[in-house]
């Protein structure tokens, strides 16, 4: 094991730990023992085109019967792709053993390859998610199953039934109950008795029980583990980590860069509803093992048995109980010492870099009730993580959260997993709008959820989309980590320029936590909810204010707080140290505490050190009332002898910006007024300083703004601005000008617009001047359009008739009408007795042989009716998966499905050629039949040919007919397209040039239904390209398109419409996942539920002065 010194590992020619403790990072940072302009020109190299290190490593899900030539063939496709490299993840669906040989061997087969590509491969430490159980193998033995306290307050019948039944008892109480607020209780038995005394008027009995956490599916039959059970954590690492390492030898550290373990946590604490696999009625456990009790009683000199009633309820209705934190902080240190720490340890031995994230962050309550306080978990990582579910998550906090921790512990690798639940329709836009602002906290590790190695079956639903071959723009999706991959390079540079720290307030929450407290990850007692309110009106009022901070955690505070000085100057002017409070490796001038209902004594004793030494602390609303969870009046005796302001937004800011004030100022027209404010990163790196702003509006521009940079500490340098575009890999100089010390410049963004700056002393290698061209006309180009499609046209076949069981037997005397064929197979399990398909099925790898062989199966027949209209297709093909299984007839004639043409977007999907003649004019009837069993998968199959889709009112809905000739502007589902999903060719004739060679042309989409668009020129020059990614979808077309006559204006579609879900009401949704796609009740629709599709906005050719 290494200890106290460097933790080297090559990757790239870098080490984990760098200049100054900082990770050098992957790739491999300047160490500044180089001239200045060879790390100048090293830089603007790595900018312009950036390697893996900086690049993103998706989750690519293992979910199907692995194949090593497939494996292989998608390895290159995110090289493709721009990816860095991948994290090999066991998802739904697997077929091959978890950790079998064949695993091993597919696992080694990659890593190598990845090696050959010059990528990175990462393993994860879990078959699908949270990491502990090792699919079920780690936890085949009860003693290494999570465990809960269960607290039921019942009569005296009730408790002895329980005991009798089994009820495994810790102790028995009578107690006062009125609702949660707990009176006066008293102990009756540590064991499994209610002795005489028999329970007073007015009293319940209150039983608490040990219980093991319940067999489930979802861990393959078994269960969670245990993580704060130390052999426990051991027995998953013998079984996981210690395997790999016996298979993949000295790959490992080398091919092999790391290893991500997914939300681990200690188990929920009074959480109401957990969506996870757990215990019933689980707002009335919390979290407990074996060694829990004696180390209470070690740390905090009492019996915890004894007080058990006030962990549970409010005593005498005071919200804050220091049992409640006492429990909290020990489960808290429990999980770390006996899960975290090990990992951690054994990755650093043996090499491996670990990254992840634990559940979950999103706010107080997320955290304290599945793992207590993330930021203390971020530590024992070397890539901490973040998890951002979904495209509306905007709680900041949780990248703040995180980057606090990696400035005070010397991380610089920060990653998130993040697309996670946002459907196949999300385009390049939503891909930035979800993964700038992350980037401009500080993310610089993007790990896409998800990249599928097959759509089979099940496995479609697992929270598409599948940001992999699937996705019709895979191939531009380069563009979209070029440009992140340049972010990062840049907003890795040098230290950032933070000198605030926040009090982190999830202690005081930790206080005040009651049976019910929570459900699922969001906190709903009233006064909990105030706490998130104040934490949250922080964070944005903090932004607002235009100033960069830290959060501080209260631990991180008693073991690597200091109090210091700072300050002076370069030349031993000594006037100008000031105190400082230091945290870990980071240091601040100012501290705020805002929203704290209790302090520890640590902090109170660090608070006040620091205010004697005439440091900065600011009290924001009313001071904590306690101190370590016992009411006290101390934080109000430091806050008199501190600073203080009152909780509202005008006088927080006022006062922030006077006692913290930041070299950064950025002054905007009052038009802006309304905007969300810009997230920025100011960052130092020697004598230059880099300026980060993102501007999250999605909808809205953001018009002209001044910024304003301090630079009057430069001592006469001559400073430039330079504007450094991650879009592009392109610099150029911005005007400015000196103004009271301060260097000045203007600038605008765009609907999710972002600048890099950077503003230097340099005096070489300055890029050309940007000049803004002058608008000289503009042409609306109306349509309709001549149009090509680059993949056939689709008819989606989800609703057939349905008869199972033999033909006259009983329940099969007569055809189901049109069902929606996940439906049918929902009924067909039921009426069999098997389980149902799902993300939480016990996965494939797991199930016994024989219990697929011996379970119920019954014949089936499906029967589509398909509509066509004037001249049927002569090229159309059927696709559909398992073709093997079934047997298919077209009006009456038998179709070969073997006779296989290769695969439609994924290779589950087999294509199957159909005779010309085969299909007539009017009805036409596609019957497919098969023996139904449990391995079986009822998926949607397709008819693929160059027709048109129309939809229909009346039966039948859907009928097929020719293609139109041309496409206008607007929604192509309605113009023959409703289900196509790839590319459509939009013919644009060019307008003639003006003024020659002193004019460009621009052309504007200002609205596509599409993930991204491409423009390409007509004639010879028709490989060159040009991406509109981002907004504002503008781009200046050079010689090659204006020399052509018309350009391609290329919409890459999402396959959203093909894939769905087609009939989840309403048809947008916050969050996409598996229950999207079986919908009931008010929530689904028979009709296809379609979005907008294709050129929807009318294109304007402007032309401009060069």
């Not at 199930?847 to 090229?875: E, G, K, M, V």
Request: charged residues 20%.
């Amino acid at each position: 094991m290494i200890k106290n010194k460097e933790f080297q590992m090559s990757l790239g020619g870098a080490s984990l730990n760098g200049k100054n403790g900082h990770t050098a990072g992957l790739g491999g940072i300047p160490s500044g023992d180089e001239g200045e302009d060879a790390s100048h020109r090293e830089l603007t190299e790595r900018f312009m085109s950036p390697p893996a290190a900086w690049r993103g490593k998706p989750f690519w899900s293992w979910n199907g019967v692995l194949r090593p030539d497939e494996l292989l063939r998608q390895t290159a496709v995110l090289r493709e792709m721009g990816m860095g490299g991948a994290f090999m993840h066991s998802r739904t669906g697997l077929g091959t053993e978890y950790l079998g040989k064949e695993w091993f061997e597919l696992v080694n087969a990659c890593a190598d390859e990845f090696g050959t590509l010059g990528l990175e491969g990462w393993l994860y430490d879990e078959d699908r998610w949270p990491s502990g159980s090792a699919g079920g193998l780690a936890t085949r033995k009860n003693g290494f199953r999570m465990q809960y306290l269960r607290l039921t307050v019942c009569d005296v019948a009730a408790a002895r039934a329980a005991l009798a039944g089994g009820a495994d008892a810790v102790a028995v109480f009578a107690a006062q109950v009125n609702g949660f607020v707990l009176g006066d209780y008293r102990l009756l038995s540590r064991d499994a008795g209610i002795p005489a005394p028999e329970i007073l008027p007015g009293e319940s009995v209150l039983l608490f029980t040990r219980e093991l956490m319940p067999e489930h599916s979802f861990y393959n039959g078994a269960t969670y583990l245990d993580t704060m059970n130390a052999d426990a954590t051991r027995h998953f690492i013998n079984i996981t980590h210690e395997r790999y390492l016996a298979a993949c030898g000295d790959r490992i550290g080398r091919t092999i860069t790391g290893i991500f373990t997914d939300e681990p946590h200690r188990g929920f604490v009074m959480c109401d509803s957990n969506e996870q696999a757990g215990p019933a009625n689980p707002g009335w456990v919390t979290p407990w093992t074996g060694c829990l009790p004696v180390a209470f009683r070690e740390r905090w000199g009492y019996d915890l048995t004894g007080r058990l009633p006030e962990l549970f309820l409010k005593r005498r209705g005071s919200p804050v109980s220091p049992v409640k934190w006492h429990y909290m902080e020990l489960a808290q240190t429990l999980f770390i010492e006996n899960w975290a720490k090990p990992v951690h340890a054994w990755c650093r031995e043996h090499g491996l870099r670990l990254t992840g994230h634990v559940l979950h962050e999103d706010t107080l309550g997320a955290q304290a009730a599945p793992c207590g306080s993330v930021m203390r978990y971020y530590e024992h990582m070397d890539v901490p993580g973040v998890d951002i579910l979904g495209r509306g998550n905007r709680n900041y906090w949780i990248v703040k959260q995180l980057a606090s921790v990696a400035r005070q512990q010397g991380r610089v690798w920060m990653l998130s997993e993040l697309y996670g639940c946002t459907g196949w329709q999300l385009d390049f836009s939503g891909h930035k709008e979800i993964g700038d602002w992350q980037a401009f906290l500080g993310i610089n590790v993007r790990c896409h959820h998800l990249s599928w190695y097959t759509m089979a079956g099940e496995a479609k639903r697992d929270y598409p989309a599948s940001i992999f071959f699937q996705s019709s723009w895979y191939r531009e999706y380069k563009y979209v980590e070029d440009y992140y991959a340049r972010l990062h390079v840049m907003l890795q540079r040098g230290e950032a320029v933070c000198e605030l720290l926040v009090v982190h307030p999830v202690e005081s929450l930790w206080a005040q936590v009651h049976a019910g407290w929570a459900t699922w990850l969001k906190t709903r007692d009233p006064d909990l909810l105030a706490l998130e309110e104040v934490f949250e009106d922080t964070f944005h009022w903090l932004a607002a204010a235009g100033t960069d901070f830290d959060y501080g955690d209260e631990d991180h505070f008693a073991r690597f707080g200091a109090v210091g000085a700072q300050g002076g100057s370069e030349n031993g002017d000594l006037s100008g140290f000031s105190p400082s409070l230091r945290v870990g490796r980071a240091r601040y001038r100012t501290v705020l505490v805002s929203g704290c209902v209790t302090l520890r004594r640590t902090t109170m004793d660090l608070l006040d050190a620091f205010v004697k030494a005439g440091g900065t602390v600011l009290f924001a609303g009313a001071p904590p009332a306690c101190v370590d969870a016992l009411p006290s009046e101390e934080p109000a005796l430091l806050a008199a002898r501190s600073h203080s302001v009152d909780f509202r937004r005008d006088v927080f800011i006022s006062k922030i910006r006077e006692l913290s004030p930041y070299p950064l100022r950025i002054k905007e027209p009052d038009g802006n007024a309304g905007l969300p404010s810009l997230v920025t990163q100011l960052r130092r790196d020697g004598d230059d300083w880099i300026v980060a702003l993102h501007h999250p509006a999605p909808d809205q521009p953001r018009a002209g703004c001044a910024l304003s940079l301090d630079v009057s500490g430069m001592r006469g340098m001559r400073m430039r601005v330079e504007e450094w575009d991650a879009r592009t890999g392109r610099r150029s100089l911005l005007p400015s000008h000196i103004e009271e010390g301060a260097i000045v410049w203007e600038t605008s963004f765009p609907p999710l617009g972002e600048r890099v700056f950077v503003v230097t002393p340099r005096t070489d290698d300055a890029p050309a001047m940007r000049i803004e061209p002058e608008i000289v006309a503009r042409r609306i180009a109306e349509g309709p359009f001549y149009f090509e499609l680059d993949e056939p046209n689709v008819l989606v076949l989800d609703r057939p008739e349905w008869l199972a069981g033999d033909a006259g037997s009983s329940g099969a005397s007569a055809w189901h009408p049109h069902t929606e064929i996940l439906k049918i197979d929902e009924a067909l399990r039921d009426e069999l007795g098997l389980p149902q398909r799902s993300g939480m099925m016990i996965q494939p790898w797991a199930r016994p042989a024989t219990d697929t062989a011996a379970a119920p199966s019954s014949s089936l027949r499906l029967r589509h009716r398909i509509h066509i209209r004037n001249t049927p297709p002569d090229d159309a093909v059927l696709a559909l998966e398992q073709p093997s299984a079934w047997r298919a007839r077209l009006n009456g004639r038998e179709l070969d499905l073997g006779n296989d043409a290769g695969w439609f977007v994924d290779p589950c999907l087999r294509r199957i050629p159909i005779p010309a003649g085969w299909l007539k004019t009017g009805e036409n009837t596609l019957e497919l039949s098969t023996h139904f069993h449990a391995g079986l998968d009822l998926e949607a199959c397709y008819l693929l040919g160059t027709f048109g889709v129309w939809m229909m009112m009346g039966e039948g809905n859907v009928v097929v007919d020719r293609l139109p000739d041309t496409l206008a502007v607007g929604d192509v589902t309605v113009q023959g397209l409703p289900f196509y999903s790839g590319r459509i060719r939009y013919r644009l004739p060019l307008p003639a040039a003006a003024n020659g060679d002193e004019t460009g042309l621009r052309l504007d989409l200002p609205r596509f239904g599409g993930a991204v668009a491409v423009l390409r020129p007509t004639g010879a020059n028709g490989d060159e390209v040009t991406i509109l990614a981002f907004p504002p979808h503008q781009a200046d077309l050079g010689d090659a398109f204006t020399h052509a006559g018309n350009l391609i204006c290329e919409i890459v579609l999402t396959r959203r419409n093909l894939f769905g879900p087609l009939h989840q009401v309403p048809k947008t949704a916050p969050e996409i996942g598996p229950v999207s796609f079986r919908t009931k009740g008010e929530t689904w629709s028979d009709d296809y539920q379609l979005l907008p599709s294709g050129l929807l906005g009318t294109p304007v050719f402007v032309t401009q002065n060069k």
